[in-house]
């Protein structure tokens, strides 16, 4: 039988609202609404829609472009890894928020470390944290005030101001977006917190963990209530205050042309959500704990750049 024809009879035989399913399931890695469901498969039915103009519908979508491009940013990261490159110079699209940025830059920059630290992996992407997962850490542990089921990581609810974890138990800590909502009104997250201490939470990172990959957003310094931003020197200082070397940074802007590193960034007029759903700029960095052998290897490193 023609291949083309075997695919055709099969999906022929799917009844509307599993393909419905299906399509959701694929493209947008949920499921559809009940009222959308329910509509799509009448149309169907009726013959007012095909399933081709469904599957356009739904690929044509801001959910979707949004989801391309977060899957575009771990699937260069995979790459990045695979060659052991650290890419810089990173691009996402206009209607995208930060997160393909955030997201890329970090895991590329991932080499193998057996133990692995998540800070506030309860609202991540899924795409993130099926990719987290997909790293294949020795031991892979997700720190949170808020608590989420994710197969292959190890939950454990705390405050990022005091883990319950020994000094040095992680080679490696991911923080993506996260430092910045410390001691902040995180009602929105349904979580409690008291006010301040997002140094303390720095000074625990570094207590704990080897290397840090952290983003945060940059713009004018202000206190939005539920988050703290601050221009790139500011960030950079409050690192360097809880014992951090700044290993490798870089800023990235939200332009009409899309998410570009901007290394001439000017941190004057940029407002959050400004120019989209989230940051109109992010500060992506390395951090290792200050130590002499830590110094030397950032003075090698700049001086093979320069």
């Known amino acids: 039988m023609d291949p083309r024809l075997a695919a055709e009879l099969e999906l022929s035989a799917l009844p509307h609202e599993e393909f419905v399913r299906l399509l959701y399931e694929l493209a947008l890695r949920r499921d559809p609404e009940p009222d959308v469901l329910a509509d799509a498969a009448a149309r169907m039915q009726a013959g007012t829609l095909s399933r081709a103009s469904l599957l356009r519908d739904v690929?044509?979508?801001?959910?979707f472009t949004r989801l391309r491009a977060l899957d575009d940013a771990i699937a260069?990261?995979?790459?990045?890894?695979?060659?052991?490159?650290?890419?810089?110079?990173?691009?996402?699209p206009p209607e995208s928020d930060e997160r393909?940025?955030?997201?890329?830059?970090?895991?590329?920059?991932?080499?193998?470390?057996?133990?692995?630290?998540?800070?506030?992996?309860a609202f991540a992407e899924p795409a993130y944290l099926a990719a987290l997962v997909g790293l294949g850490a020795e031991r892979l542990v997700g720190v949170d005030l808020a608590q989420a089921d994710v197969p292959g990581l190890t939950n454990v609810q705390a405050d990022?101001?005091?883990?319950?974890f020994e000094a040095g138990s992680f080679d490696v800590v991911l923080c993506i977006s996260t430092i910045e909502h410390v001691g902040a009104?995180?009602?929105r997250y349904g979580i409690g917190s008291a006010s301040g201490g997002m140094d303390d939470a720095l000074a625990e990172l570094r207590r704990v963990g080897g290397h840090v990959l952290v983003t945060v957003p940059c713009g004018e310094p202000g206190d939005h209530g539920w988050f703290?931003?601050?221009?790139?020197?500011?960030?950079?200082?409050?690192?360097?205050?809880?014992?951090?070397?700044v290993f490798e940074d870089e800023i990235y802007e939200l332009t009409q042309d899309g998410w570009l590193s901007a290394p001439r960034f000017t941190a004057a007029g940029v407002h959050y959500g400004a120019r989209?759903?989230?940051?109109?700029?992010?500060?992506?960095?390395?951090?290792h704990p200050r130590t002499v052998r830590a110094v030397v290897r950032e003075t090698a490193r700049r001086l093979r750049r320069a």
């Not at 690929?59 to 959910?63: L, Y």
């Not at 990022?160 to 319950?164: A, I, M, N, Q």
């Not at 989209?276 to 951090?287: D, F, H, I, K, T």
């Open 59 to 63: 690929v044509a979508s801001e959910e």
């Open 76 to 92: 260069f990261a995979s790459w990045a890894r695979g060659e052991g490159e650290r890419p810089r110079k990173l691009h996402a």
């Open 100 to 121: 393909p940025i955030e997201i890329s830059w970090c895991l590329a920059r991932y080499r193998g470390e057996p133990s692995v630290l998540d800070v506030g992996y």
């Open 160 to 164: 990022l101001r005091e883990l319950p």
């Open 185 to 187: 009104d995180n009602s």
């Open 228 to 245: 703290v931003q601050d221009d790139p020197d500011g960030w950079r200082a409050r690192f360097g205050q809880a014992g951090f070397l």
């Open 276 to 287: 989209g759903p989230g940051a109109s700029a992010v500060l992506c960095a390395e951090l």
